[in-house]
């Protein structure tokens, strides 16, 4: 990484990290509606994937989705206010915390169908091929995903079509309450690769840096026309599921310590920002860089406070087709 893109890769990790912990407290103030699945601790597998590409580039993410477009460059305020369902959001309000897919940035979809997202990566990746675009496609999923029919289907295609996509599974261990140990027969993701005849790449997730490096090894291989690369971002989830899941469980899945462990010795922002300091970087920099981000994500809560609800005569605008009426009553 340059200087510059590690000075990037440094806002953009804390920005995921401060939208988040500022959505969390929003969530609580129930000004946000539906769930709230947080990516706090996985900052360093997002942004060092997304770095690795151009702004043309495309993205397909997960139910976990805040992370993906700030960590390709959105701006935050219309995520913002698309999780508090205001008509200024990203998708007027009516997709909510687990579709912030911002096009202006590339993220051509993000859902809550685990596993729903390779297909459409693999797709889009065919598209860009069709057209003799340059453009590469980075899948995100997580490793609850990997074994779904589509991750199979998908890998398959993508291989034998030399398509320009780069698979990418945030790998944080578990699936809501099931970890990976109990439910994958090959716990090593990245060794599935082998039976798609594609690069198989396992990387510390917590290490913002050699994130990057991998991504853009197969970021360059897809360009090329070589084909797919399933990389395996060994990281961690911080925070429940989603807000609230555990709220008065009493066994809870993960062990204390584990939780604490990560917490402590492998958060990769206070991991980041010592290599920074090693790297010759002055404390003077890196605090400009955290009031910025503070600022941005204050600003884009007011704007979300201050911008109006949906009218509920839009109800049924922005379709793709007109809603059929139900028997007896007017097409609205
Ligand atoms: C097809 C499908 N099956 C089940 C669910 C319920 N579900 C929501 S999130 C989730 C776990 C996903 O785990 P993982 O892919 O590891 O992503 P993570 O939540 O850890 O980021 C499940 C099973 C779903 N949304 N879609
Ligand atoms: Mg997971």
């Given at each position: 990484m340059t200087e510059t893109l590690q000075r990037e890769a440094y806002r953009r990790m804390l920005r995921i990290r401060r939208f988040e912990e500022e959505g969390t407290r929003q969530f609580m103030q129930g000004k946000i509606p539906g769930a709230f699945h947080a990516s706090i601790g996985q900052e360093g597998a997002i942004v060092g994937a997304c770095l690795?590409?151009?702004?043309e580039d495309m993205i397909v993410g997960t139910h976990r989705s805040h992370g993906h477009p700030i960590g390709k460059g959105a701006s935050l305020e219309a995520l913002m206010a698309e999780l508090m369902a205001k008509s200024t959001g990203i998708s007027k309000g009516r997709g909510g915390s687990m579709h912030l897919a911002d096009r202006s940035v590339g993220i051509i979809g993000q859902s809550a169908i685990v596993g729903g997202g390779i297909p459409l990566a693999t797709g889009a990746a065919l598209s860009a091929k069709v057209r003799g675009s340059d453009q590469v496609c980075l899948c995100f999923f997580g490793d609850?995903?990997?074994?779904?029919?589509t991750f199979h289907e998908s890998l398959n295609m993508g291989s034998l079509w030399k398509l320009p996509v780069v698979y990418l599974c945030e790998n944080n261990g578990y699936a809501i309450t099931t970890s990976l140990v109990e439910s994958h027969?090959?716990?090593?993701?990245?060794?599935?690769?082998d039976a798609y005849a594609v690069p198989g790449v396992t990387v510390d997730g917590q290490d913002v840096s050699a994130v990057y490096d991998a991504a853009h090894t197969a970021v360059v291989r897809a360009r090329r026309g070589e084909g797919p690369t399933l990389i395996e971002a060994k990281t961690y989830r911080f925070d429940e599921h989603n807000v609230n899941l555990n709220a008065g469980m009493t066994d809870p899945y993960r062990p204390v310590e584990e939780v604490e462990y990560h917490k402590r010795h492998r958060d990769p922002i206070p991991l980041f920002r010592r290599a920074l300091l090693e790297l010759g970087l002055s404390e003077s920099e890196l605090t400009v860089i955290e009031r910025e981000v503070d600022e941005a994500v204050a600003e884009a809560v007011r704007f979300a406070d201050e911008s109006p609800f949906p009218e509920p005569s839009e109800l049924c605008e922005n379709l793709y087709s007109r809603p059929i009426p139900a028997r007896g009553k007017q097409a609205v």
């Open positions: 690795a590409l151009r702004d609850g995903a990997v074994n779904q029919g027969a090959q716990p090593s993701i990245a060794k599935r690769a």
